[in-house]
């Protein structure tokens, strides 16, 4: 399968070159069977574990401190489009095309919850304190969920705090530091594209921000005073979310070559 290549900044100086080597399924397969895509990958918060999520249908764990030795494997029943440690790094969440959110713990394997969604999940998230959970999808909402008694329940999830009835697709979804806002990217190929925040109490939007394409994907910087944007109109862009009335919130724009998938 596809070589999983990690663009992104490590709090250890192996996990990039560990990365770098990792592939999914068997030597046969990836000598000789179809490429399947690896569509997602993360790293845990100690920088000694990376996830990653491919259309093969499975979510698997490595170790970077032991040369990319897998640890875990989640098999779904589709391809599996988003996937991420708990900033605690006990469970996995996972977005898959079946419509279904789960949440895996890590130190027994197994699936402790699953939230439903009407259409292929494109985005999942843990909040700072992992007491909250969202999802992005492609039926045009963002959801977010509690959290607190994860390991109580076998059972299909009940616990939706807040849905958002958004107007296109949600290709991104992410908690700012202090959970107390969520922003969304949204967007459909050449439709333009918009990310916007919400206040989590109220559900009001806070800030809406338009590009030519589709935001495929939004991060905020750690003092939540930035918002980074990716968009298929070849942009990166960071936004300044405390930036007094009648100034400029773009601040920076950088132009690329071809669609930008992630930034932050």
Same mark, same amino acid.
């Given at each position: 399968?596809?070589?999983?290549?990690?663009?992104?900044?490590?709090?250890?100086?192996?996990?990039?070159?560990?990365?770098?080597?990792?592939?999914?399924?068997?030597?046969?397969?990836?000598?000789?069977?179809?490429?399947?895509?690896?569509?997602?990958?993360?790293?845990?918060?100690?920088?000694?574990?990376?996830?990653?999520?491919?259309?093969?249908?499975?979510?698997?764990?490595?170790?970077?401190?032991?040369?990319?030795?897998?640890?875990?494997?989640?098999?779904?029943?589709?391809?599996?489009?988003?996937?991420?440690?708990?900033?605690?790094?006990?469970?996995?969440?996972?977005?898959?095309?079946?419509?279904?959110?789960?949440?895996?713990?890590?130190?027994?394997?197994?699936?402790?919850?699953?939230?439903?969604?009407?259409?292929?999940?494109? !985005?999942? /998230? %843990? &909040? $700072?304190?992992?007491?909250?959970?969202? +999802?992005? =999808?492609?039926?045009? #909402? @963002?959801? *977010?969920?509690?959290?607190?008694?994860?390991?109580?329940?076998?059972?299909?999830?009940?616990?939706?705090?807040?849905?958002?009835?958004?107007?296109?697709?949600?290709?991104?979804?992410?908690?700012?530091?202090?959970?107390?806002?969520?922003?969304?990217?949204?967007?459909?190929?050449?439709?333009?594209?918009?990310?916007?925040?919400?206040?989590?109490?109220?559900?009001?939007?806070?800030?809406?921000?338009?590009?030519?394409?589709?935001?495929? !994907?939004? /991060? %905020? &910087? $750690?003092?939540?005073?930035?918002?980074? +944007?990716? =968009?298929?109109?070849? #942009? @990166?862009? *960071?936004?300044?979310?405390?930036?007094?009335?009648?100034?400029?919130?773009?601040?920076?724009?950088?132009?690329?070559?071809?669609?930008?998938?992630?930034?932050?």
């Amino acid at each position: 399968m596809a070589d999983a290549v990690l663009a992104a900044a490590t709090p250890v100086g192996v996990a990039l070159e560990a990365s770098q080597c990792i592939k999914h399924g068997t030597l046969r397969q990836q000598t000789f069977g179809p490429k399947m895509a690896m569509l997602s990958a993360g790293i845990s918060s100690d920088g000694s574990r990376l996830c990653t999520a491919s259309a093969d249908k499975t979510a698997r764990v490595f170790s970077l401190n032991e040369g990319g030795r897998e640890l875990q494997r989640m098999k779904h029943e589709d391809w599996i489009r988003s996937v991420s440690f708990s900033n605690g790094g006990d469970l996995l969440c996972t977005g898959c095309d079946d419509a279904y959110a789960r949440i895996f713990s890590l130190i027994t394997g197994e699936e402790v919850k699953k939230f439903q969604s009407s259409s292929w999940i494109y !985005s999942t /998230s %843990f &909040s $700072s304190n992992d007491a909250l959970f969202c +999802t992005g =999808s492609r039926d045009s #909402t @963002a959801r *977010v969920y509690r959290l607190e008694n994860q390991e109580e329940t076998d059972e299909e999830a009940s616990d939706e705090v807040m849905k958002l009835k958004l107007q296109d697709p949600v290709l991104a979804a992410r908690f700012n530091p202090d959970s107390s806002q969520l922003c969304t990217g949204l967007g459909a190929p050449r439709f333009g594209g918009v990310a916007s925040i919400h206040d989590l109490e109220s559900g009001e939007q806070i800030h809406c921000f338009e590009r030519d394409d589709a935001m495929t !994907s939004v /991060s %905020f &910087s $750690s003092n939540g005073k930035w918002l980074a +944007t990716s =968009s298929k109109d070849k #942009t @990166a862009c *960071v936004y300044d979310l405390i930036a007094k009335a009648g100034r400029r919130q773009e601040v920076i724009t950088c132009n690329h070559v071809n669609w930008v998938l992630s930034a932050g």
